[in-house]
């Protein structure tokens, strides 16, 4: 059942622990101990969306299939999580995880709750954020949102969605959501449950295979904010040989972004060949132009940054603006403090002729190298509200 939510909703000063057993505590900030192993023993990253049954995390199976996780000395672990929005940073922050993936909005919700964590590799340089409406229905003045529904998989992603319309102007106040519960919100707006439904870069064409055709307002156009982050506890960051690690980490994940950015086709046949269940979902053609609409986001301007994961420290201080003007953080929050270019060169320091060779030598099957991946390019915005 939808449960509807106010402005301000989320809880700010104590959250819901979820172990690794399912049982759910309350636990008030400041309570819980940390102890976690020097050096790590099994590093985990945690998704934001309680799944790994999507094409998003393309670069950490593109690195595996190509070996180049496997010299780290420790596994490394994928873990789906809950399906509540703001797990990605509670279990990073009480030492369930090692590594979430949280969106801005998720990672300013943690540093107001006094989580020591921070950004230490920005995944996604542009706003994969937008709005999707009914085909006929969809706007690039936000402010005409306001009065209506707006609806959401988790009531976590308020976080995501009250920064975005109040950098155009938006009254959020005047804005009601509705979480509509995953993966059905898409779903529930084709119905007309709500005036728009949140959505992002790679679940445009995901939801296509599925039939929800919608028009968006598309925020890697017209957002200046930015998109999720990988974030890492920032005691782990002092500690030499954790920090070596995370280095070294990031560089097989970087790796697999260049591999999937020289041969996307590979990188949507490499989740396949992980998730029979994402490519029955999908399919080549739709699974290809997720993977491009991702690409897309995740380098950005890569001319003008240092490489992947390089934080903008404009955008950024723009949001964390944004957000404290809103009130989803009480303090002024210096980008500075709290993201971090440091693991940026390392991360970066492989030899890319030989990730691109390695790319383009991967055997594709014959669905998947029949699909025109120009002609896709091509139309990569084309659901776009005129």
């Known amino acids: 059942m939808a449960s509807i939510l106010t402005p301000?909703?989320?809880?700010?000063?104590?959250?819901?622990?979820?172990?690794?057993?399912?049982v759910v505590t309350?636990?008030?900030?400041?309570?819980?101990?940390?102890?976690?192993?020097?050096?790590?023993?099994?590093?985990?990253?945690?998704?934001?969306?309680?799944?790994?049954?999507?094409?998003?995390?393309?670069?950490?199976?593109?690195?595996k299939k190509l070996g180049y996780f496997d010299d780290l000395g420790v596994e490394v672990d994928m873990q789906p999580g809950p399906s509540d929005g703001t797990a990605t940073v509670k279990f990073v922050d009480v030492g369930q995880a090692d590594m979430g993936f949280p969106s801005p909005g998720i990672f300013s919700f943690a540093l107001e709750n006094g989580m020591d964590l921070k950004s230490v590799f920005h995944w996604g340089a542009l706003d994969t954020f937008s709005l999707a409406f009914r085909k006929g229905?969809?706007?690039?003045?936000?402010?005409?949102?306001?009065?209506k529904t707006i609806l959401l998989g988790s009531a976590a992603w308020q976080s995501i969605v009250d920064p975005m319309l109040a950098v155009q102007g938006v009254d959020?106040?005047?804005?009601?959501?509705?979480?509509?519960?995953?993966?059905?919100?898409?779903t529930a707006l084709q119905a007309g449950q709500g005036d728009a439904a949140l959505a992002w870069e790679g679940l445009r064409a995901e939801w296509i295979s599925t039939g929800l055709d919608f028009e968006y307002w598309l925020g890697v156009q017209r957002s200046p904010l930015v998109a999720n982050?990988?974030?890492?506890?920032?005691?782990?960051?002092?500690?030499?040989?954790?920090?070596?690690?995370?280095?070294?980490y990031?560089?097989?994940?970087?790796?697999?972004l260049e591999a999937s950015y020289q041969n996307p086709r590979a990188a949507v046949h490499a989740v396949f060949e992980q998730f029979p269940s994402v490519a029955s979902a999908n399919g080549p053609e739709q699974g290809t132009m997720s993977m491009l609409q991702n690409l897309n986001v995740v380098r950005g301007d890569m001319a003008n940054r240092q490489g992947w994961g390089d934080h903008d420290m404009a955008a950024w201080q723009t949001f964390f603006d944004e957000v404290y003007a809103l009130g989803q953080v009480k303090n002024p929050v210096k980008a500075e403090d709290v993201c971090t270019n440091e693991c940026i060169?390392?991360?970066?320091?492989?030899?890319?002729?030989?990730?691109?060779?390695?790319?383009?030598?991967?055997?594709?099957?014959?669905?998947?190298?029949?699909?025109?991946?120009?002609?896709?390019?091509?139309?990569?915005?084309d659901q776009a509200v005129s």
Not at 137 to 147: F, M
């Open 345 to 381: 060169a390392a991360a970066n320091d492989f030899d890319h002729e030989k990730v691109k060779a390695d790319a383009l030598a991967v055997e594709l099957p014959a669905d998947l190298a029949a699909v025109d991946v120009d002609k896709l390019q091509a139309n990569l915005f």
């Open 229 to 248: 982050t990988y974030v890492a506890r920032a005691a782990d960051l002092e500690d030499p040989d954790k920090n070596a690690f995370l280095k070294k």
């Open 8 to 22: 301000g909703g989320l809880s700010r000063r104590t959250f819901l622990q979820v172990s690794a057993a399912g």
């Open 26 to 63: 309350a636990t008030a900030l400041g309570g819980v101990g940390r102890a976690f192993a020097e050096p790590y023993e099994k590093f985990t990253w945690i998704s934001p969306r309680g799944t790994l049954e999507v094409l998003d995390d393309f670069g950490f199976w593109m690195g």
């Open 172 to 186: 959020v106040s005047k804005v009601k959501y509705v979480e509509a519960g995953w993966p059905t919100w898409g």
């Open 250 to 256: 990031l560089r097989a994940w970087s790796m697999g």
């Open 137 to 147: 229905e969809g706007t690039n003045d936000l402010k005409t949102l306001e009065g």
